[in-house]
T-cell receptor
Framework: EDQVTQSPEALRLQEGESSSLNCSYT??????LFWYRQDPGKGPEFLFT???AGEEKEKERLKATLTKKESFLHITAPKPEDSATYLC????????????FGKGTKLSVIP | NAGVMQNPRHLVRRRGQEARLRCSPM?????VYWYRQLPEEGLKFMVY????????ESGMPKERFSAEFPKEGPSILRIQQVVRGDSAAYFC?????????????FGPGTRLTVT
């Protein structure tokens, strides 16, 4: 059974204090790893897709990386508007389509 | 370019009533997925549909839940005889392709409350 574990569950940062969120996964045949951002009362907003170990993608203050066992979402000099829950999901197996999600990391950035 | 649309955004039903949740995918997308998010839980896959076809409903409870995606109109998730445990946020997602790592884009969700 595919498993996705995110840590920490919650993270509180001062504005400008860089950090990383972790997503560990156990799957048979990774097709893609996805990062989403979810604000309270809203649907997940797509951020990145990573397909193979060593791949990196960046968007503004966010950078996602992938190894064979985990992915990191690095946040550089965060701002209060980066506060949200960040979700990691995997799509695995031949002919796969459904996403298996972790429970998320709730990030709070304090001014 | 409109995103995934869901309605209603909030739905209150008494125990035993029926709930109908609607989802219109993004323009150009023909693959629709439904997920459920229970309080303090992660998003869980329920069903995957293409036009007029249910491809995989392995995540759907065996009773009371059904889904459709007709040739014309939105996809509908139907819950019959709702119980308190059905209270959750239900999200619809759509994609251009079904398999092989295609991104899924989510709607704003329908928050179902069963009283």
């Amino acid at each position: 059974e595919d498993q996705v574990t995110q840590s920490p569950e919650a993270l509180r940062l001062q504005e400008g204090e860089s950090s990383s969120l972790n997503c560990s996964y156990t799957v048979s045949g990774l097709r893609g790893l996805f990062w989403y951002r979810q604000d309270p009362g809203k649907g997940p907003e797509f951020l990145f897709t990573l397909y193979s170990a060593g791949e990196e993608k960046e968007k503004e203050r966010l950078k996602a990386t992938l190894t064979k066992k985990e992915s990191f979402l690095h946040i550089t000099a965060p701002k209060p508007e980066d506060s949200a829950t960040y979700l990691c999901a995997v799509q695995a197996g031949a002919g796969s389509y459904q996403l298996t999600f972790g429970k998320g990391t709730k990030l709070s950035v304090i001014p | 370019n409109a995103g995934v649309m869901q309605n209603p955004r909030h739905l209150v039903r008494r125990r035993g009533q029926e709930a109908r949740l609607r989802c219109s995918p993004m323009k150009g997308h023909s693959h629709v997925y439904w997920y459920r998010q229970l309080p303090e839980e992660g998003l869980k896959f329920m069903v995957y549909l293409q036009k007029e076809n249910i491809i995989d409903e392995s995540g759907m409870p065996k009773e009371r839940f059904s889904a459709e995606f007709p040739k014309e109109g939105p996809s509908i998730l139907r819950i019959q005889q709702v119980v308190r445990g059905d209270s959750a946020a239900y999200f619809c997602a759509s994609s251009v392709t079904g398999t092989g790592g295609g991104e899924q884009y989510f709607g704003p969700g329908t928050r179902l409350t069963v009283t």
